[in-house]
């Protein structure tokens, strides 16, 4: 865990002037025990705990029942990020740890992780609940991720986030700030790892992260907890996302560190997930690169108490599969490429989804760029989006296709260059159901570029925004008050309003990089394709 844990560490005495530590230990205890992770037994071992952890020995006048019993009946209890910070300070000032973003969280983590309840009190907590209903085993294990600060939700507060109209209906917009950026440290740290020596654990997804102290390069893994589920007749665990990018955001894992697929086991599992807990929402990243998220390696799905732009959006066609006459089936009004089906038995929605996906993997249409194969490498893949919806189960597949041609070296069905100045990064399961997570440099060029054009300036003369300047030429031609020559006259309401006009330019732009995400377009042409690819299905 880096230099907290380093063996021989001195214990250091509070100076006479501070009691940053005692008073810290305190009010964290205090936290603990006033969210329920901790008992009233449980007090003395806890602060001794941590000023275990904090190379620190309290002075004789601390008494730790009197002083937590104290600090929790203070008002205002002062907030937790206040309390870690103060710690944090502390430990930086007296050598404990550097100043580091990696450093300070890996011990405020430590921290937390002696508050945090045992995993398996966690899974009996969990199952008792869950006997009740699944709402209510939910509810507890998210509440716990955000008491044990595990999802740090001061953080999370710093995301921008908006709604964009569009023809496709309302697109969730946001700004990612939460997840920090990498320490230069932990880069350092990852680079010096001996090249092909297999880390532990083997990726963030792993069971084995479960208490893991981290390392400068691999965050600590002391509050996570996970609860086991079987899907399909096999061990898969559930715990929630650290960045929460919609409302309770978890993550369904595998036991085994396997490599993401798509298959019919995969159209089992979501439908068995939906069954378990039908408050939910649950999908898969696709299985190719390009069209199928960060993460590969592990297989995992998504899943979270969230209604999504693309479940509100109704459908454009029904269709009827011949042979599945009973799975109502249609094509959905959205910017990429969607099969709806819904049925009261998941079992046929899973033989149909099935029916589906080998007939997609081997489909080519060159009229509208879709090829199967480059000689032996696969190119068609399914997204699928599972939900529970007026007592049926519906299951969304998502046509994806990752062929790159020179024109296109980053994928054909991906964002195109002239959108890369907003997003280039893969779209994964989570944009592809309308939900924009767009990189953190975004806050400061807009906030660049809004000051340039009030300035009656030219974008392209300053190089950290001049990728923006053609889009600001289209912003401006769309809002001529903009216009170098008409910037004089605004007022200052003006000039604020041209915070929401980039805002909602931006969510545009957003709805543009997932119709060119489609592999059947939304035009005419492309939906005879889509056409004759449905009628070739069964």
């Known amino acids: 865990m880096g230099e907290t844990s380093a063996p021989g560490k001195e214990r250091i005495m509070a100076d006479s002037q501070s009691g940053v530590v005692e008073r810290g230990i305190a009010d964290l205890v205090a936290f603990a025990l006033g969210r329920g992770l901790i008992a009233e037994d449980d007090i003395t071992f806890a602060c001794n705990q941590l000023f275990d952890v904090l190379h620190y020995e309290p002075t004789g006048s601390f008494v730790p029942t009197a002083a937590v019993r104290h600090a929790l009946h203070e008002k205002p209890h002062p907030p937790l990020e ?67 600060d595990y999802i740090r939700t001061y953080r999370i507060a710093r995301d921008r986030k908006w709604v964009t109209p569009t023809r496709y209906g309302d697109l969730d917009i946001t700004i990612n700030l939460s997840k920090p950026e990498k320490d230069p440290k932990a880069i350092a740290a990852a680079l010096e790892r001996k090249e092909g020596a297999e880390p532990y654990p083997r990726c963030q997804l792993c069971y084995e992260n479960i208490g893991y102290a981290g390392r400068l390069d691999h965050p600590a893994r002391q509050t996570i907890r996970l609860v086991p589920l079987t899907l399909a007749g096999e061990r898969w665990y559930l715990q929630y996302s650290p960045y929460v990018y919609y409302n309770e955001h978890c993550i369904v894992l595998s036991e085994h560190h396997v490599p993401m697929k798509i298959d019919r086991t995969t159209f089992v599992r979501l439908m068995e997930f939906v069954e378990m807990f039908p408050h939910y929402t649950v999908g898969s990243n696709a299985d190719l690169p390009i069209v199928g998220g960060s993460i590969l390696t592990h297989e995992h799905y998504q899943g979270g108490r969230y209604t999504f732009a693309m479940a509100r959006a109704g459908l454009r066609e029904e269709l009827t599969f011949p042979g599945f006459e009973d799975v109502a089936a249609g094509i959905v009004n959205w910017p990429m490429s969607v099969i709806r089906l819904d049925s009261p038995d998941p079992a046929r929605i899973v033989e149909l989804a099935d029916t589906i996906l080998r007939a997609w993997r081997d489909y080519s249409d060159p ?31 998502v046509l994806r296709n990752n062929r790159t041609t020179e024109e296109f070296p980053l994928g054909i069905f991906h964002p195109h260059q002239e959108l890369h100045h907003i997003k280039k990064e893969n779209i994964g399961l989570i944009e592809v159901m309308g939900l924009a997570v767009l990189p953190a440099r975004l806050l400061g060029e807009m906030d660049k570029l809004k000051h340039v054009i009030l300035a009656g300036e030219d974008p392209a003369a300053y190089p950290e925004i001049a990728a923006h300047a053609p889009w600001a030429a289209e912003i401006i031609a769309r809002h001529p008050a903009y216009a170098p020559d008409a910037v004089g006259a605004l007022d200052e309401a003006d000039a604020q309003a041209l915070d929401g006009i980039i805002e909602q330019e931006i969510g545009a732009v957003f709805a543009q990089v997932l119709e060119q995400c489609a592999v059947f377009a939304d035009t005419d042409d492309g939906a005879r394709a889509f056409k004759r690819f449905v009628d070739g299905v069964c």
């Open 82 to 148: 206040q309390i870690l910070a103060a710690l944090l300070d502390d430990a930086v000032a007296r050598g404990i740890i550097d100043n580091g973003i990696a450093s300070r969280d890996l011990l405020d983590t430590r921290l937390m992780g002696v508050l945090t309840p045992r995993p398996s009190h966690v899974v009996r907590g969990f199952k008792r609940r869950y006997e009740e209903s699944p709402e209510k085993a939910t509810d507890y294990l998210y509440r716990l991720a955000l008491d044990s």
């Open 367 to 397: 009229s509208v760029g879709v090829l199967a194969y480059s000689g032996a490498t696969p190119h068609n893949t399914i997204t699928p989006i599972a939900r529970r919806r007026d007592g049926l189960y519906e299951l969304d597949l």
